[in-house]
């Protein structure tokens, strides 16, 4: 860990975590939020935080990052990071699991980039947030080809978001044909 925070590289750090709560049989991290958006857009995105999900070993975690840097509230900041490791949950309840990532030879794991999209939409419709449907945009651009657009579409049936995916697919696709020409 202390590499990870020397190198202030915030995706080892926490492919580091999550390989040590996994050994431990304790549980394991999931990147959710706007670090996700920010892995899969290729960096188009950037955040200042990383949204985590601790499933079991959340205590210890707290512990643990709590003797390198004090925690605030809910959110541990360690200055040369540059980024706040914020763990908004305890358990990860969307359909679709987790996609596994390897870092410096450690498992970390990643919403998958159609809910990543769904969650973003959401966001954009029903808080008005006009940013998050640029982040679903960004993340369609970039993982276009990987996209389960079937799952995709169903989802933002259910979260009441599909006529969003549709305007927003529409924009990606003509920028995409512009670009393929």
Known sequence: MREALERG??????????????????GRVIIVGGFAVELYSGGAYRT??????????????????GMVEEWRGRVWVHRALGYAIDIVSSSYSKPKHPVVLEVSGRRVYVEP?????????????????????????????????????????????????????????????????????
């Open 113 to 181: 980039p159609e809910e990543s999209i769904v969650s973003t939409l959401a966001a954009c419709v029903h808080r008005g947030s006009d940013i998050d449907c640029e982040k679903a945009a960004m993340v369609m651009a970039a993982q276009w080809e990987v996209l389960d657009w079937s799952y995709l579409e169903r989802r933002c049936r259910e979260e009441e978001v599909a006529e969003k995916l549709a305007e927003v697919k529409q924009v990606v696709e003509s920028v995409r044909r512009e670009l393929l020409q």
């Open 48 to 65: 200042g935080d990383v949204d985590i999900v601790v499933e079991g070993g959340g205590r210890l975690l707290r512990r643990v990052l």
């Open 9 to 26: 590289d915030i995706l080892e750090l926490v492919a580091e975590v999550n390989s040590f709560l996994e050994e431990q049989g304790l």
